[in-house]
């Protein structure tokens, strides 16, 4: 039976994990490295539910109760009161190990550990932990509060009772879950990344503007969000990042990264966080950058 999570990093999907685990019912330790990262998080889903409240989601007692459910969190004293705990930090393999080896001793035996990973091996990551059957990913979409699905990946070791709870736990948030195998980037975005990275060189080959190249995805595929302006909500450094997983871990020339996405994360033009990517978000509507 899972009743408390831990949700360790902060940020965007970590807040948003957080956000709706405690809107379900759930008390939440929300973990960072930095109480500057831990206000901002709370911030941002107070502003969220406010929003939920405003469109009539939920009323205003709902979101105050939620925020107390959700404790920030700045040490690792909570793990030994929590039924799970979910990884959600930047999508590096070395970071996640780092957080997730020295988890076990610190958590009860029955506890489960699952990765939010959107790209990385779970088996490998599993293997580092001290309960490799109780470990598996589960894969939430940006932005948590409004995606419907989670990908839930077995690894090679996962038990069949800590995929039931776990996809049971899914579907108590009001998501629908969808299992997938643990080969890199899973299925969405084994299809959504090698798409954008395709609309980058559609770009650095000059076939058609940034705005174009939107456009044309917005209104000839009837896409709610062009490519491009979809790479810069998701983060170019995420995007290379399981580009560089797909490439290096299926061998395929079709996955190699764009360089002119390389080149973005190099200049630091990381998207909306950074308000600069393929759009400059320091207008009061984005402009094209190229």
Not at 11 to 27: C, E, K, P, R, W
Not at 53 to 73: E, F, H, N, S, Y
Request: hydrophobic share 45%; proline share 6%.
């Amino acid at each position: 039976m899972i009743n408390k999570v831990g949700v360790i990093g902060a940020g965007q999907m970590g807040n948003g994990i957080a956000h709706v685990m405690a809107l379900s019912g759930f008390d939440v330790y929300l973990k960072d490295v930095g109480q500057e990262q831990l206000d901002r998080a709370i911030s941002v889903i107070d502003n969220n539910m406010q929003r939920q409240v405003g469109r009539g989601k939920m009323d205003d007692a709902d979101r105050v109760a939620a925020l107390a459910r959700i404790k920030p969190v700045l040490t690792d004293d909570f793990l030994g009161e929590i039924d799970l705990v979910i990884e959600a930090a930047t999508e590096n393999e070395e970071i996640k190990k780092a957080i997730l080896a020295p988890l076990g001793p610190q958590l009860k035996p029955e506890a489960i550990i699952a990765t939010n990973t959107s790209s990385i091996s779970v088996t490998r990551l599993a293997a580092v932990t001290d309960r490799p059957s109780q470990f598996m990913g589960m894969h939430f979409m940006n932005p948590v509060p409004m995606m419907k699905l989670v990908e839930l990946i077995r690894g090679i070791a996962t038990s069949e009772e800590t995929f039931q709870l776990v996809r049971d736990l899914t579907m108590k948030l009001g998501k629908t879950p969808t299992p997938a195998e643990d080969f890199p980037a899973f299925i969405v975005n084994r299809i959504l990344l090698p798409m954008i990275n395709e609309a980058i060189y559609t770009l650095y080959e000059g076939v058609g503007s940034v705005q174009a190249i939107d456009s044309a995805m917005r209104l000839g595929a009837n896409h709610p969000m062009g490519p491009l302006q979809l790479a810069d909500f998701i983060g170019l450094d995420v995007c290379l990042s399981i580009m560089q997983v797909l490439y290096e871990g299926l061998a395929d020339t079709k996955y190699r990264p764009c360089p002119l996405l390389v080149k973005y994360v190099e200049a630091g033009w990381l998207g909306r966080k950074a308000n600069r990517g393929f759009y400059d978000y320091t207008t009061e509507t984005p402009t094209p950058t190229r």
